[in-house]
């Protein structure tokens, strides 16, 4: 009687829940683990050159976005030369770019199809 109620929707129900446990399982069963050789092997072989590198690209675009954004800042402002009226708008807008991109990212994450439906 209880080989009757095995049917395919158990089955591939079965096997779903058991895609998706496997990865949970093994992310909570990764809790109580040692990670101290871990975490010792990060500090001592690769932390001081994640830093290095990270300071090295920090300096290099502040140098750069500085040079260029007051160069560009201080030619189309006092000198008046063909296009400059379209490069003092370009200018300006490179700052709408961010929270046009967050506003429509928004949008497509609570319109109909999104990831979040209000009911």
Do not use: H, Q
């Not at 050789?37 to 990270?54: A, D, M, P, V």
């Not at 954004?69 to 201080?74: L, M, N, P, W």
């Amino acid at each position: 009687m209880y080989l009757k109620k095995i049917n395919f929707w158990f089955l591939s129900s079965l096997l779903v829940s058991i895609f998706v446990a496997i990865p949970i399982v093994t992310v909570f069963t990764s809790f109580f683990e040692d990670t101290s050789k871990f975490l010792s092997n990060i500090k001592r072989y690769l932390f001081f050159e994640y830093i290095l590198n990270s300071l090295i690209l920090l300096i290099c675009v502040l140098v750069l976005t500085f040079l260029i954004g007051t160069t560009t800042a201080y030619l189309v402002s006092f000198y008046k030369f063909p296009f400059s009226d379209f490069f003092k708008w370009a200018l300006i807008l490179s700052f709408a770019v961010p929270p046009y991109i967050y506003a429509y990212s928004l949008t497509a994450f609570f319109e109909n199809y999104g990831t979040f439906i209000l009911y």
